[in-house]
């Protein structure tokens, strides 16, 4: 005791004489923070006539968000001051709103692992007070005032406030576009104060005030820019029906019969034409959209059977642009200069049978489809027209003389498409692989898929429910993935795994090298048979001509049976993944493919080719373009009866004989590797028969009509959907390096290495089909000398192949570098997720720690007032 006055009562006064000064100051920092936001207010913008500057929500001072740092700076000091005080001082701080005293942690951030959950999952303690399931203890008045601080804390404000807030923001637009009157010519109540801050809720607010904030926002956003009030539409926080309410209230205020009026003439002319030219190129920007080939039939496909199945006719769409571009440059460079100047036949033509769609032998032989056809001179045209291939006496004539080397030009347009293609295919592959190998979360796809895959602009009704169908194959693919599941073995159950595995691949393998040795000796076979009756003098060319589609047709079936002992493997293997089985198919299909090509070209230029003479060929080069026929043609007629037997009979045996109300399941495997062993081919059959991309093209076009039917008639989608991100990766991949890189070896070493015919063709006596650009570089350099740096560039480049191999290991080296930046950028992503979800967790943690510190606060006055009671 000190003069009489007990010590507890002395403790007491003491603490409210420094909780007054401290309110003293805290009410001068309020005022100085209002005048200061005031004067900067004032500085930043004017006053416009339209606004009503007494109105209570301006005085309220509501901020923007982009005064809310200057905003929580403010309150730094405040929220600081009042940790140190504790509870007592709860009356002296901002008043805690209603909606943000109903905001608690559960909804901080996706770090949390109780995030989401609503006010019924809160727990009470003995006193009352609600408290969280992750710390024991309730929250604190001033952790949950340090929480309703945050900036996501105001998700989740009301029509009204939304509207008050929009207000003040569209206030703030045209302050900007006006001029800047004095802060002293406006009251002190309209000065924006920060007193009103995070008063956007008010429950005694009924329909009619928020009548009037509408009115308010209306005659705002109807004085601001159309730029200003469509982005200030786009940002609010409202329901579409509602930005659509306020839009049709704004433009309904803003066709007054005076407006248009004040617009001039050459305004209003600028706008129209600016309004007819946007109409005329959104319209010719549908009308080229309209134009993709095959656009709502691909749709139909990709709705009702998912994405592997339409990956499949992509895949067929993006070959039949390869082959567009490979007829287009061999008819405009080859075909057609050699049909205005045709060569000069044997009479006795042959008369047309029918086998020749077949056999592509007979009346086909001596035509434009084949390597012996083109003629080996400069194709010329006279001062008098006539087609000639000698040059003319007359030197007036040399000026105006056409000429065309055709062995020149069969040389570069066949060397140039596949180096075009090249560039292509690398070009489509790496721009796949950015396109399918990016971090592409299920579920965050999942929520875009759900949220924004709706195309609000399609009013049709067959439209309508073709999207609808989509969306609702891709969200099963997505749910499929999310819900997807891996299981887990015992050692046993791993070892039996493991021993099936290895006999299904032990039988595919087996079973693919006896296809490949009875194609090899069947080949055999048939080279000699055909120098048996290429000796006899009265054999039946019609017979000769059948028997040379046994080999075709000998490995177009093995290639429509094997793939279903493939398939019985993959049952006996029972993969749980729908992807996995299809890419173990795919290898599966690919090495059966790559082995009866690697023999069919050993055997048409490791015995045809090298020894010609055995079978009296005249020309070998068109004898090969036609076996490349027969095979493309006998490929398409046997995918033509799988689609009919193997699709159509087993769908009716199923159904009618079965009793079983499932459809067969669409081989992806197998039809694509059908599409690549069919291109390759192409390739191939480009240097001996130009017009066979022709052949390619159409076999195309009908393949894809077939397929459409026969899926939508006789298959059904899979059992369990699965998504195939990265199908179309792997079939570009596949199409570039064992198909088009073996088509390019084949084709080089024959251009190379092999000795052309002497008697048909562009490159007749001559060594080899490379020998004619390098004697068209000599006689360049002979004729005129200033061009012999031509000469020495043809001789480092085009004769040296180790420009080839760099050329080849430059493209392998692009392709390894990108594919490492997009390794990279998704380890890059991974980290950052993983940050996010770290920042959560740091949250979590820093609000226990406020907690726990608060407490060890609370407990201090207590201990003192324990004390003084003691005394």
């Not at 309020?30 to 109105?55: H, P, V």
């Not at 900007?176 to 406006?186: E, H, L, N, T, V």
């Not at 134009?291 to 709705?303: E, S």
């Not at 980290?831 to 407990?859: F, N, P």
């Amino acid at each position: 005791m000190s003069d009489g006055v007990p010590r507890g009562l002395q403790v007491k006064r003491a603490r409210g004489l420094s909780r007054t000064v401290r309110y003293q100051n805290r009410r001068r920092l309020l005022m100085m923070a209002e005048g200061s936001k005031a004067d900067s207010r004032a500085d930043r913008g004017g006053m416009a006539g339209n606004f009503d500057l007494n109105q209570p929500l301006v005085g309220a001072g509501l901020e923007s968000p982009a005064d809310e740092e200057g905003v929580h700076v403010s309150f730094s000091q405040l929220i600081a001051e009042q940790c140190q005080d504790g509870e007592d001082l709860d009356g002296f701080e901002l008043q805690q709103l209603d909606e943000e005293s109903r905001d608690y942690v559960t909804e901080l951030g996706s770090g949390f692992e109780y995030s989401g959950r609503g006010l019924n999952d809160m727990e009470m303690d003995s006193d009352g007070r609600q408290t969280d399931p992750l710390v024991s203890v309730p929250w604190s008045s001033a952790t949950m005032k340090i929480l309703s601080s945050m900036p996501s804390r105001t998700i989740g404000r009301s029509r009204g406030a939304i509207l008050s807030q929009y207000y003040n923001k569209t206030l703030q637009l045209r302050r900007r576009s006006q001029s800047r009157p004095s802060i002293r010519d406006f009251s002190r109540s309209s000065r924006p104060s920060i007193r009103g801050y995070g008063m956007e809720v008010d429950v005694t607010d009924g329909p009619e005030s928020e009548i009037k904030k509408r009115e308010r926002l209306v005659n705002n956003l109807q004085n601001l820019s159309v730029g200003d009030r469509m982005k200030m539409l786009r940002g609010m926080p409202l329901s579409v029906a509602e930005k659509k309410n306020l839009r049709r209230l704004t433009l309904q205020k803003d066709k007054s019969p005076t407006s248009s009026s004040k617009i001039p003439c050459c305004s209003q002319l600028k706008y129209y034409i600016i309004i007819a030219v946007r109409h005329s190129w959104y319209s010719w920007l549908s009308f080229l959209h309209s134009l993709q080939l095959w656009q709502f039939l691909l749709k139909r496909v990709g709705g009702r059977f998912g994405t592997g199945v339409l990956s499949y006719f992509l895949f067929l769409k993006t070959l039949l642009f390869f082959n567009i571009f490979l007829f287009l440059v061999t008819f405009l460079f080859l075909v057609l200069p050699q049909a205005m100047h045709p060569p000069e036949l044997p009479e006795g033509g042959r008369d047309f049978t029918g086998l020749e769609l077949i056999s592509g032998a007979g009346l086909f032989t001596d035509t434009l489809m084949y390597y012996g056809y083109y003629s080996n001179f400069t194709l010329q045209r006279s001062c008098a027209g006539e087609h000639n291939r000698s040059a003319s006496s007359d030197p007036d004539c040399l000026s105006k003389r056409f000429s065309y080397n055709m062995s020149l030009a069969y040389f570069f347009t066949i060397g140039m498409s596949f180096f075009i293609t090249c560039i292509i295919l690398v070009y489509s592959m790496s721009k796949s692989f950015g396109r399918s190998f990016r971090i592409d979360k299920s579920y965050s796809i999942l929520a875009m898929k759900v949220f924004s895959s709706w195309d609000f602009k399609v009013i049709k009704q067959t439209s309508v429910e073709l999207m609808s169908e989509n969306n609702c194959t891709q969200l099963k693919e997505l749910l499929a993935e999310v819900v997807q599941k891996k299981e887990k073995n015992s050692p046993c159950q791993a070892l039996w795994r493991l021993m099936v595995h290895g006999l299904a691949w032990a039988i595919c393998i087996g079973a693919t090298a006896g296809c490949v040795i009875s194609v090899y000796f069947f080949s055999e076979y048939m080279h000699k048979d055909l120098q048996r009756t290429s000796r006899q003098a009265n054999a039946n060319p019609l017979l000769k001509e059948a028997s040379l589609l046994a080999l075709p047709a000998l490995v177009s079936l093995l290639n429509l049976l094997l793939p279903g002992l493939f398939n019985l493997a993959a049952w006996m293997e029972e993969y749980h993944s729908p992807s996995v089985r299809t890419y173990v198919a795919l290898g599966r299909n690919l090495m059966l493919k790559v082995s009866v090509l690697a023999v069919l070209c050993y055997h048409w230029l490791g015995r045809v080719a090298a020894k010609p003479n055995d079978i009296n060929l005249v020309c070998w080069e068109t004898f090969v373009g036609q076996e490349l026929y027969r095979f493309l043609i006998m490929d398409f007629i046997f995918t033509l009866l799988n689609a009919l037997f193997g699709e159509l009979l087993w769908r009716l045996f199923s159904q009618r004989v079965l009793r079983r109300g499932r459809k067969p399941a669409f081989d992806i495997a197998r039809n694509v590797l059908d599409l690549i062993y069919a291109q390759t081919l192409a390739w191939i059959g480009v240097l001996f028969s130009p017009l066979l991309p022709a052949v390619q093209i159409f076999k195309l076009l009908l393949l894809f009509y077939v397929k459409v039917s026969s899926v939508m008639m006789n298959c059904q989608a899979p059992r369990r959907p699965y998504r195939v991100s990265q199908m179309t990766t792997i079939f570009i991949t596949l199409l570039c390096f064992p198909s088009f890189l073996g088509a390019s070896v084949c084709v080089t070493y024959t251009m190379w290495s092999i000795p052309p015919s002497t008697s048909c063709g562009p490159f007749r006596n001559l060594g080899t089909m490379f020998q004619a650009g390098k004697r068209w570089v000599q006689e360049l350099e002979k004729n005129n000398p200033d061009l012999s740096v031509v000469a020495r560039v043809h001789a480092y480049l085009v004769e040296n192949p180790f420009f080839l191999f760099v050329g080849a290991g430059i493209f392998l080296i692009v392709i390894y570098f990108y594919s490492q930046v997009v390794d990279g950028q998704r380890k890059v992503i991974a980290l950052l997720q993983e940050h996010i979800e770290k920042e959560g967790v740091d949250k979590k943690y820093l609000i226990t720690q406020l907690q726990s510190v608060h407490e060890r606060k609370k407990r201090i006055p207590r201990r003192l007032r324990s004390q003084d009671s003691g005394c």
